[in-house]
Structure formats: structure tokens, C-alpha cells
């Protein structure tokens, strides 16, 4: 079945570095924009960032622009998220969604999130 | 981009409707009709129930419906359940590729 998987989440320290993962399955993964979403504790969703189905072409919210990468492996169907810089504001759950072809901007399937704390 | 304005709060009683907004601005909602709704129950990741402002995803009840006026999008909950009990949000395009969500509404079932 269609499926998104978040991994890599933890406890970092403020400052610190964290590489989030996000394994599809069960669909063309080439095909599809891939984001990542994330909802700190107790509030709302908040966008993070685009990378477009190829891989070349990126976007991000301005909170996490120069800090965090997001990037693609067509070939493992993988999504990452490369966080560095990290701040305490950054402590929430981060889900990956994908985004499909025939729409825009409209996040169909999501996985069920990994946690992200940053606390020293 | 800021977030997108919803009232925080929402409620009705069993088979009643209620209506949801979501405030933007020309630059985002009053821009595009890239706009969606999503609803989250606890604990659960968010499930898209309505995408370019009114329609909806096979499979979502047709108890939902989305409409747009100027820089106000809008969500409607006909027939209300307990299972409708959950968290709404919207989101649009704002241009420059990025996507905006509001800050959500606690939908409540009497």
C-alpha cells in the first residue's frame, strides 16, 4: 500500500546536527514533489520545505532557509532532511508528505512523523 | 510568509453545520486556488479533505465542502458527526514555490 516512514529523529542539542528520513513505498515515487511539514508541541502545522520531483529544484520556509536541506534519491526512494543549526524552536514532530503530479501543492499522504528535540 | 488566520475555536451539535474560515491575503488565498483543508484527529497525522478550494479527494464525505471569497477561503461541515471532532487546517500557495498553513481550529461536537 502507499506508504511514507519517518526516521531519524532524537534529542539534539541546541546548536547540534540531525539527518531526517522519509522511506516510500507503494507508488512512483519519481513522480512526486516531496515535502516536509512540521507541528511543534501543542501548536499548528507549519511548511518546511519542497524539493521537486527530480531533485532540482528546492524551496524553503524562511524559518529554516540556510539551516536545513531537503533532498531526494529516486533511485532508493528516499526523502531527507538535513537540519543543522538546530534551535529550540526546531523541537517538533516532522512529517514527510508527498505532493502529486497532477495537483499542486496538495499533500495526499503523509507518514506518521518522527519527534525532533532540541534541549541541552 | 505569515500564517494564515482561522479561529482557534469551532463548534455545533450533531447535525448541524458549521462553517470554518481561513484569512489570507492578495499575495496568498485572494491569489491562487491552490488552497486546501486538512484534518487532523489526536495523535494522527493530517489527512487532506478538500484541495483546490472546493474539491474533494475520492473517498472524503461529501458532508464537506470548501468555497473561496476574495482572501477568505472557507471550510463547511454539514451533517456533523463525533468523528468530525478534530483539528482543521488550511493552507495555500504564496508564491515563490512556498506553501502557508493557518494556525488551525479546534473543532468541537456537542
Known amino acids: 500500500q502507499v506508504q511514507l516512514v519517518e526516521s531519524g529523529g532524537g534529542v539534539v542539542q541546541p546548536g547540534g546536527s540531525l539527518r531526517l528520513s522519509c522511506a516510500a513505498s507503494?507508488?512512483?515515487?519519481?513522480?512526486?514533489?516531496m515535502h516536509w511539514v512540521r507541528q511543534a508541541p501543542g501548536k499548528g502545522l507549519e511548511w518546511v520545505a519542497i524539493?521537486?520531483?527530480?531533485?532540482?529544484?528546492?524551496d524553503y520556509a524562511d524559518s529554516v532557509k540556510g539551516r536545513f536541506t531537503i533532498s531526494r534519491d529516486n533511485s532508493q526512494n528516499m526523502v531527507y532532511l538535513q537540519m543543522s543549526s538546530l534551535r529550540a524552536d526546531d523541537t517538533a514532530i516532522y512529517y514527510c508528505?508527498?505532493?502529486?503530479?497532477?495537483?499542486?501543492?496538495?499533500?495526499?499522504?503523509w507518514g506518521q512523523g518522527t519527534q525532533v528535540a532540541v534541549s541541552s | 510568509q505569515s500564517a494564515l488566520t482561522q479561529p482557534p475555536s469551532a463548534s455545533g451539535s450533531p447535525g448541524q453545520s458549521v462553517t470554518i474560515s481561513c484569512t489570507g491575503t492578495?499575495?496568498?488565498?485572494?491569489?491562487?486556488?491552490?488552497i486546501s483543508w486538512y484534518q487532523q484527529h489526536p495523535g494522527k497525522a493530517p489527512q487532506v479533505i478538500i484541495y483546490?478550494?472546493?474539491r474533494r479527494p475520492s473517498g472524503v464525505s461529501d458532508r464537506f465542502s470548501g468555497s473561496k471569497s476574495g482572501d477568505t477561503a472557507s471550510l463547511t461541515v454539514s451533517g456533523l458527526q463525533a468523528d468530525d471532532e478534530a483539528d482543521y487546517y488550511c493552507?495555500?500557495?504564496?508564491?515563490?514555490?512556498?506553501?502557508?498553513f493557518g494556525g488551525g481550529t479546534k473543532l468541537t461536537v456537542l
Open positions: 508528505a508527498r505532493d502529486p503530479p497532477e495537483q499542486w501543492l496538495v499533500l495526499d499522504i
Open positions: 507503494g507508488f512512483t515515487f519519481s513522480t512526486y514533489a
Open positions: 524539493v521537486w520531483y527530480d531533485g532540482r529544484n528546492t
Open positions: 492578495s499575495r496568498d488565498v485572494g491569489n491562487y486556488n491552490h
Open positions: 483546490e478550494v472546493s
Open positions: 493552507s495555500s500557495y504564496a508564491g515563490g514555490n512556498k506553501l502557508v
